[in-house]
DNA sequence: CAGTGGTGACTGACCGGTCAGTAATGTAGG
DNA sequence: CCTACATTACTGACCGGTCAGTCACCACTG
């Protein structure tokens, strides 16, 4: 699955080779057909397994994070970042964008399964700040699209152009920049001035 | 090339067939063959010739306009979503994204003479801003990659989990949303309040 | 020797690309 | 006006390569 999972970021569904798959994790093509129906049982697979972890883990580290809103907000974006972003699992994003219309009911799972869920992850710590005075008000939705959509686009970005010579700076200091961004423009309409996070 | 365009974004480069392109465009597949000299270069026709006239157009929006800063950053995404976002081309950056890695020389194109050039026009409004003390000091680079990312995956989600049935708002009022969540994140330290866009 | 896990040659569908052929539109000559 | 030839635009059957999926066979273990 880690092979497989390599391959069809790399190249996509279509262009990836079973016996490509194969060959990287080290058996052959009917090995493969031990293990899953067939490819399209194997991408499912990848899909599924690949960010139920690192969902459930961001989800601990909210339940039991006693710091400001921002803090967690920022939490939840850097730990992002370094366990998924930053990991082999970063491409599913790019991967399932790239593919969702050819697989209607897995790009149903992830959205319903991951991005919503993410989505209800971060408005956690938006709401908390809201109901502290820390953000102002704003509406839920368009917000929570918005502030996570630079960050997934850092980790789209490193599987698309990235690989094709087009450099970027270093993932970290962008990321720092989003989270000052962000953070400045949830601060309330007054009292503004060193909330720089830390 | 129209017909392509749909196809490619619609199903992906690989799992297009020829074969349905022509009959989108009500000619035979040999017709293809007389205008491109294969699947590839109609590919790379499809990403040359879509968004070059859109791009000057923004330019010639940028050099004659004579409002604000933030009048002129918003005019900017407000045009780009009308002109590209909104549009069949809209699906370019999903079939770029998806299919840089497979195509590094076509990539190097879209990034040099699309990415490059569309920072370089949303450049001159940050420039602008900061210039006129309209908006805070900051780093160009990810701070315009930042305020551009909510807006792209807008245009990429439509073409990809949106036609899944997983639903959206209406992109008109999650651009708005967009850009004064810019503007806020953009105001300078002190000053704030009633910046709202017109 | 039975059972288990793994192999890789093989098959058949599919698709990019080719090209001999057809239809439509001149156009020249009687 | 009719006929014959030339040119252009297009067609779709066909070919060859590729790859998902199959299956007869192998090797190892207890």
Not at 47 to 60: D, N, S, T, Y
Not at 62 to 76: F, K, R, W
Not at 136 to 158: D, N, Q, Y
Request: proline letters at 5%.
């Amino acid at each position: 699955m880690s092979a497989a999972l390599e391959l069809f970021v790399e190249r996509g569904y279509a262009a990836t080779r079973l016996e490509d798959v194969a060959a990287r994790a080290g058996v052959s093509k009917g090995t493969v057909y031990l293990y899953f129906s067939g490819k399209e049982a194997l991408f499912q697979a990848v899909i599924r397994e690949g960010l139920l972890p690192a969902l459930e883990q961001g989800e601990r580290l909210a339940a039991g994070h006693g710091g400001s809103a921002a803090q967690l907000l920022a939490d939840l974006l850097r730990g992002w970042w370094e366990l998924v972003g930053a990991q082999k699992v970063g491409g599913l994003p790019k991967l399932m964008i790239a593919e969702a219309r050819n697989f209607p009911q897995i790009a149903r799972f992830y959205h319903d399964e991951v991005i919503v869920r993410g989505h209800r992850l971060l408005g956690q710590a938006l709401e908390l700040g809201m109901a502290r005075g820390e953000f102002r008000r704003c509406e839920l939705e368009p917000t929570l699209s918005i502030l996570f959509a630079p960050v997934l686009m850092l980790a789209v970005w490193r599987h698309s152009f990235v690989p094709c010579g087009c450099t970027d700076g270093p993932p970290e200091a962008y990321l720092e920049s989003c989270i000052d961004f962000i953070l400045r423009a949830l601060a309330p309409e007054s009292a503004r001035g060193g909330e720089t996070p830390t």
